[in-house]
């Protein structure tokens, strides 16, 4: 079935699993004591994100901007478009990505909206984040044509601005069929799709397959950043918008076009399934709840309507989200997250080395869940 076509199957079941379901109010109160409220207007399209605190936006809206919720202030940061936008753990510094054909630039700014730095690639960029508040990360892709087909390198960079320029890594490369390549371009244009875990240095990304005589599809992977050891997690199709780790990094949230699910990675267990594509994920940082195709996937079960098409982002605590409409930004607080979501930090650096030992091939899924076990009890 060509790529076009599944789009439009996908959009149809986001619209009529989205029309089964009464309309969300864009101002007031909600049900299970929650509110949601209007942001601001944006740019349609384009991206977004919440300082950690919840207090800030990044915005875009005839130019990129921060957005102060309390005051209403908005400060005028570029007139460029970026692609992305990612806050740095303890919210001091915004990174904004610029794109132009097939070269890229990142801005760093401080928290004030001061320019810090920039550097440039020749790459395409497709995603950031951040390790640490002094360095961040950032994933791309370069495809590159010759006679037996496509070779497509998923990428990965790491650069500490202000102490020099980005390093680059070729997580995989692949060959592709030249039909494969053009029928799926757009998707193969959004890259890894990468995340790193916030209590561990594993990545997780998305890199293609094409076997000959057969479909061609997503590899699911984490990366152990320590000793560059991969572990494949499941097959997807292209249409999958990618994993999403919890705050603790113990689940991830994957679609692969057809089901969304929770899943446990190191224990090999799925905690939540639904019949849902899994468009435009987003996880809380409890683990218990998300945002896809277009609602809100409520850790009792219960999903709210958003919006279709609603792309949504989770503050650092869990306890509010914003998601975009349209033109406008939307933000629903009183969610009441778990207790205990992240590792104590001298548990989360033996959590750590067993997940390394986990990638590695040298702990089983059994070993692992015993192990962890005994670490954590009181």
Sequence with gaps: MHRSKIFLIIALCSFVFLSACSTLPLNGKLQGGLTVAKVASVDKGTPFSLSPDGSVVAMVSRGLKLFHGASKEE????????TRLCWSP????????????DESRIVVYSQYGIPIDESSVSARLTDIDWLTD???????????????????????????????????????????????????????????????SRQSPVLLYLHPADPPMYSPYYKLIMRDLESSKELEIASVSLLSGGGKFSA???????????????YNPWSETTARKVQTPGVMPAFSPDGESWISDGAFF????????????????????????IYRAGGNLYQISGIMP????????????????????????????????ESLKKITAP
């Design 75 to 82: 400060i005028a940061l570029a007139e460029q478009v970026p």
């Design 90 to 101: 303890h919210g001091y510094f915004l990174a904004a990505l610029f794109l132009k054909n």
């Design 134 to 196: 002094d360095e961040l990360i950032a994933g791309g892709v370069r495809a590159k044509n010759f006679k037996f087909g496509i070779n497509y390198q998923s990428l990965y960079y790491r650069w500490s601005p202000g102490r020099g320029l980005p390093t680059e890594t070729v997580l995989k490369d692949s060959t592709l069929r030249v039909k494969t390549y053009s029928g799926w371009k757009e998707a193969f244009e959004r890259g890894p799709m990468l995340q790193i």
């Design 248 to 262: 603790d990094g113990e689940k991830i949230l994957y679609g692969d076009g057809v089901t969304t699910m929770i």
């Design 298 to 321: 409520k850790g009792d079960g219960s999903v709210m309507p958003l919006a279709e098409g609603a792309e949504a982002e989770f503050s650092r605590n869990g306890e509010t989200f």
């Design 338 to 369: 778990l207790d205990g979501v992240m590792f104590v930090p001298e548990v989360a650096d033996k959590v750590a080395k067993l997940r390394s030992m986990r990638i590695q091939g040298l702990l089983t899924s059994r070993e692992y869940a």
